[in-house]
């Protein structure tokens, strides 16, 4: 959907995990597989891709850090289908490239950091 941020993969997630009790929907998250094209990141923010990544790995994304300028931009889309931990590890790669890791900080947050700092942050 050309101009929107993510809608295909927002609307996946959420269609996907409606009605779930929390503790069916920490279920899915562990085994979820994305189709082709589910995560389809066309030049985004890593900010906004961040909100997805945190959702994946069952969190909410801290949106008190304070990063200053310094977010990028990726583009991704996946072509075959994906475990939740290949997706994963495909958005922590994108995030690493661009000197980022999504760290947890409670058992549903997760902040957003630059890596040199990413240890101080715990």
Same mark, same amino acid.
């Given at each position: 959907?050309?101009?929107s941020?993510?809608?295909s993969?927002?609307?996946?997630?959420?269609?996907?995990?409606?009605?779930?009790?929390?503790?069916?929907?920490?279920?899915?998250?562990e085994?979820?597989?994305?189709?082709?094209?589910?995560?389809?990141?066309?030049?985004?923010s890593?900010?906004?891709?961040?909100?997805?990544?945190?959702a994946?790995?069952?969190?909410? $994304?801290?949106t008190?850090? /304070?990063?200053? *300028?310094?977010?990028?931009?990726?583009?991704? =889309? @996946?072509?075959?289908? %994906?475990?939740?931990?290949?997706?994963?590890?495909? $958005?922590?790669?994108?995030? /690493?490239?661009? *000197?980022?890791?999504?760290?947890?900080?409670? =058992? @549903?947050?997760?902040? %957003?950091?630059?890596?040199?700092?990413?240890?101080?942050?715990?």
């Open positions: 959907m050309s101009g941020f993510c809608e993969t927002e609307e996946w997630i959420i269609r996907q995990a409606q009605g779930l009790l929390p503790e069916e929907r920490a279920v899915f998250i085994y979820a597989f994305m189709p082709p094209g589910t995560l389809n990141f066309p030049t985004q890593i900010w906004r891709v961040a909100v997805i990544y945190a994946l790995l069952g969190r909410t $994304l801290d008190n850090a /304070a990063l200053g *300028g310094r977010l990028g931009w990726v583009s991704f =889309k @996946n072509q075959t289908t %994906l475990s939740r931990e290949e997706a994963s590890y495909a $958005l922590e790669t994108l995030f /690493a490239w661009q *000197g980022f890791k999504l760290i947890p900080v409670d =058992k @549903n947050l997760a902040r %957003l950091v630059p890596i040199a700092d990413s240890d101080s942050h715990r």
